[in-house]
């Protein structure tokens, strides 16, 4: 999930309630508005996909947790990139077990019936190389022709299962083996303590066969990956310097 400073004149792409929301503390004090989209620009997707399968050649089962996911726009961008880069491999990555702090959009989620402006979805046909619609199913809004209504077909939903919850609070829970866990684009709203102590906790609980992956916001804003590397993580050689930031133990 990617959250943008507030800004209540901003105009942004629509997806459904879940997008461009208020997400305040427990005190009820605003936080910031979230907004995601679609195969975000700070991920190399074929490339991603083709590191994890090299990295996990001889495993027969990775544990993919996704935390932050939104309303799932990122986990069906990554379940649609294995469908299209390595779709024999996808199998030992799923299910993908995608979590949010909010319960609104997990709710979404699972309904998954995503708004998005034409220009948008031609975005998303151009990084698929126009195969979206072998994943998606696509209609044009009655009430507004200049939005499409996409949903997930079920190849990608019966892969995914989307839960209630919190880093913070499952860590003990995260498996410690053969993980790669996509934490992204909040590191910049939690406190200096904050991040300090989520890094010592999964240095702690992860093996060094398990990936942690950042995103742009999470380094030139959130400066996460300093927090981990003094945890003993180091940078995984996948992608530029701030596309597929990806970082382990081992």
Not at 38 to 45: E, N, Q, S, T
Not at 108 to 121: C, L, N, P, S
Not at 123 to 147: E, F, G, H, S, W
Request: charged share 25%.
């Amino acid at each position: 999930m990617r959250v943008l400073p507030v800004n209540i004149n901003r105009n942004t792409n629509p997806s459904h309630k879940a997008n461009n929301r208020w997400v305040t503390d427990k005190l009820g004090n605003k936080l910031y508005m979230t907004s995601t989209v679609f195969f975000r620009d700070d991920v190399i997707w074929e490339d991603l996909i083709k590191y994890l399968c090299e990295r996990y050649k001889n495993v027969p089962k990775v544990n993919f947790v996704n935390y932050a996911c939104s309303n799932g726009m990122e986990t069906l961008s990554f379940a649609m990139s294995f469908l299209m880069y390595a779709p024999e491999e996808f199998k030992k990555f799923t299910p993908i077990i995608a979590k949010d702090i909010n319960e609104d959009n997990i709710l979404m989620a699972k309904q998954g019936v995503y708004k998005r402006y034409i220009d948008a979805f031609l975005r998303m046909q151009r990084i698929t190389n126009k195969k979206c619609q072998k994943y998606l199913d696509v209609a044009l809004c009655p009430n507004d022709d200049r939005l499409l209504s996409v949903s997930p077909k079920k190849i990608l939903t019966d892969n995914i299962i989307y839960k209630q919850g919190d880093i913070f609070e499952d860590i003990e829970n995260i498996p410690k083996y053969n993980t790669f866990l996509t934490c992204r684009n909040f590191w910049q709203y939690i406190s200096f303590e904050r991040k300090s102590e989520l890094a010592k906790r999964l240095s702690k609980r992860l093996n060094p066969s398990s990936i942690i992956m950042l995103g742009e916001c999470d380094v030139v804003e959130g400066r996460a990956d300093l927090h981990l590397e003094l945890n003993g993580f180091k940078r995984c050689p996948c992608g530029m310097t701030c596309k597929n930031i990806l970082y382990s133990k081992g």
